[in-house]
């Protein structure tokens, strides 16, 4: 069985627990409670090693989430030397927010990136089908790096 690691990143509330529990059907969606996530930066190698991709996720209604993002791509996404292709960036909306979906200014390298945005109030599906396309595009690299790896053993 081919086995992908993807990381979920991002700012404080920004809704990466709700996401994953939402994407893997963990649990049905409820009140926030915040997830006690790994806030020591020098724990974050161990997190990052081996891992196929990086789905960063921040709140599109907090301003500064906008800035700390840089710093999350910068961290998760260059510094392991993935792909952009590799990494998916999620605005997510919360319940009640009107879910704007207007035009979100991304410096340079971000807005190169996949941006999806994300209600799961309003269009729960739409979400799912993206993270499936993504997921999918992660395992068919995975498999070809295997492949490739196991050729380079064969010859």
């Not at 994953?20 to 190698?45: H, K, M």
């Not at 709140?59 to 260059?78: G, R, T």
């Not at 971000?110 to 996949?114: A, D, F, M």
């Given at each position: 069985m081919?086995?992908?690691?993807?990381?979920?990143?991002g700012?404080?509330?920004?809704?990466?627990?709700?996401?994953?529990?939402?994407?893997?059907?963990?649990?049905?969606?409820?009140?926030?409670?915040?997830?006690?996530?790994?806030?020591?930066?020098?724990?974050?190698?161990?997190?990052?090693?081996?891992?196929h991709?990086?789905?960063?996720i921040?709140?599109?209604?907090?301003?500064?989430?906008?800035?700390?993002?840089?710093?999350?791509?910068?961290?998760?996404?260059?510094q392991?030397?993935?792909?952009?292709?590799?990494?998916?960036?999620?605005?997510?909306?919360?319940?009640?927010?009107?879910?704007?979906?207007?035009?979100?200014?991304?410096?340079?390298p971000?807005?190169?990136?996949?941006l999806?945005?994300?209600?799961?109030?309003?269009?729960?599906?739409?979400?799912?089908?993206?993270?499936?396309?993504?997921?999918?595009?992660?395992?068919?690299?995975v498999?070809?790096?295997?492949?490739?790896?196991?050729?380079?053993?064969?010859?």
């Open positions: 081919l086995k992908a690691k993807i990381l979920f990143v700012p404080c509330e920004s809704g990466k627990t709700v996401l994953a529990n939402f994407l893997t059907e963990s649990s049905d969606i409820t009140e926030y409670n915040p997830t006690q996530g790994v806030r020591f930066e020098s724990c974050w190698p161990a997190l990052m090693k081996d891992s991709g990086v789905v960063i921040f709140n599109a209604d907090i301003p500064s989430h906008l800035k700390e993002i840089e710093m999350w791509y910068s961290c998760f996404v260059q392991q030397f993935l792909q952009d292709t590799q990494c998916l960036l999620i605005a997510h909306h919360k319940p009640g927010s009107g879910s704007d979906k207007g035009n979100l200014s991304l410096s340079p971000l807005n190169k990136l996949k999806v945005h994300s209600n799961l109030e309003d269009d729960p599906e739409e979400i799912r089908m993206e993270f499936i396309k993504y997921l999918k595009n992660i395992i068919n690299s498999s070809e790096s295997r492949d490739r790896e196991e050729m380079s053993i064969i010859t």
